[in-house]
């Protein structure tokens, strides 16, 4: 039925208001504009457009597509298929999201911001191979696009190629020097292949972005730390901390660092930290173990290996150390017990079996520590059996 000459004007007067305010990013009086639009003419197929526009800046991204959906329904085109491809993916309808941008790509192959779109839905459900792919034709039809070299750089460090993504980092710096996380982002891809030196330089650079990006410190602690420059990564993890107080993490690193500096009481110290923060840290108490076990302070050790084994049941070391203190303390069928829990999580550790042969060889029991002792042997440890050779209870 056609609408009124008053019902028409008053139904594009709300349309152009909407639209004013949506320009000027007034999303929420936008909505009321276009629904007030959308009621004068329900098929009105920009109005349902505009609105399912403002949905998706008030990430209402549901709703959006609900208004796409009608868009379509009385106009489908290209722009508004891509624009519900990429608000599915906002919703991480992936596969969804692909399906709309094959839909624009089989009307028009040569868009590139479109091969981006699909590529980058590609990258988000761990398709990279095929990600990179896409990647490719959005560069070829726009080469001076930073953001697919970029992400094409993410693909590829997904697949540990990290040359591959250090070169599309340096492409994403050629065309765009301020591009957001790239110094970051390729600093992580020389970590991963041993450039320390210059993972540092762009760590730096991040700071120099942005002096509160607590992990750019963290991470370049780590550099440094791979370095050996123990004392410049507590400077890092330090100013983590400076940043984030309850940065778990930083006082974790940082407690190695001083445990490789053999400062234990300091690493004692953060380590403690780190477990007021997160008491579920069953990594932090296993290093504080181990350092009380170097103290000689047995007690603590044990109590901080059983935490560590209660939230974390199934990391045999635990077991392992743990048994080593109750060696130390003569108490060996404890030991026995947690030697016999480590072998059962991996039964290809020598060490364990060597541990056992000589807590067996403690209580005297001369026919199972052989057998241990052999054991390491086949699995390439040869310790426990030349032990037991020169005790003269087995001839090698």
């Not at 540990?160 to 980092?169: G, L, R, S, T, V």
């Not at 042969?357 to 086949?378: C, F, N, V």
Request: with cysteine.
């Amino acid at each position: 039925m056609a609408l009124n000459r008053q019902t028409k004007e008053k139904t594009t007067n709300s349309f152009e208001q909407g639209f004013s305010v949506f320009e000027n990013g007034d999303y929420k009086t936008a909505l009321d504009f276009f629904t007030t639009a959308i009621k004068g003419d329900p098929k009105s197929a920009k109005a349902y457009y505009y609105r399912a526009e403002a949905y998706v800046k008030l990430e209402e991204y549901e709703k959006a597509i609900a208004d796409f959906n009608q868009t379509i329904e009385l106009d489908p085109n290209d722009i508004c298929y891509n624009n519900r491809g990429t608000t599915y993916g906002k919703l991480g309808e992936q596969e969804k999201a692909i399906e709309d941008f094959n839909r624009v790509l089989n009307d028009n192959p040569n868009d590139a911001d479109v091969y981006f779109n699909r590529a980058f839905a590609r990258y988000l459900s761990d398709d990279f191979n095929r990600a990179i792919e896409d990647f490719n034709k959005a560069i070829a039809i726009d080469p001076k696009e930073a953001k697919a070299y970029f992400f094409r750089a993410l693909a590829y460090a997904e697949l540990d190629e990290h040359k591959n993504a250090i070169e599309d980092y340096n492409k994403t710096i050629e065309t765009d020097p301020n591009f957001s996380n790239v110094y970051y982002s390729r600093a992580w891809s020389y970590m991963k292949i041993g450039e320390y030196k210059k993972a540092i330089e762009d760590f730096s650079k991040t700071i120099e972005i942005d002096p509160n990006y607590e992990p750019s410190y963290t991470n370049r602690g780590f550099a440094y730390a791979s370095l050996g420059d123990y004392a410049r990564a507590i400077e890092d993890f330090s100013k983590a901390i400076e940043v984030d107080p309850n940065y778990e993490r930083a006082y974790f690193n940082r407690a190695d660092m001083y445990n490789n500096l053999g400062e234990i009481d300091k690493a004692i110290a953060d380590w403690t930290r780190a477990v007021e923060i997160d008491p579920n840290d069953a990594d932090a108490y296993y290093s504080r173990a181990n350092s009380y076990r170097d103290l000689g302070e047995y007690d603590k050790a044990i109590a901080d290996y059983t935490r560590s084994i209660e939230i974390s049941p199934n990391e045999a070391d635990a077991y392992i150390n743990r048994a080593n203190v109750y060696i130390e303390q003569e108490e060996y069928k404890k030991a026995l017990d947690d030697l016999a829990q480590a072998i059962a999580l991996d039964p290809n550790d020598a060490g364990a079996y060597i541990d056992r042969a000589k807590t067996y060889m403690a209580l005297k029991d001369y026919k199972i520590a052989p057998q241990d002792a052999k054991k390491a042997r086949e699995l390439g440890d040869c310790e426990a059996l030349e032990l037991l050779t020169k005790e003269g209870l087995i001839c090698d």
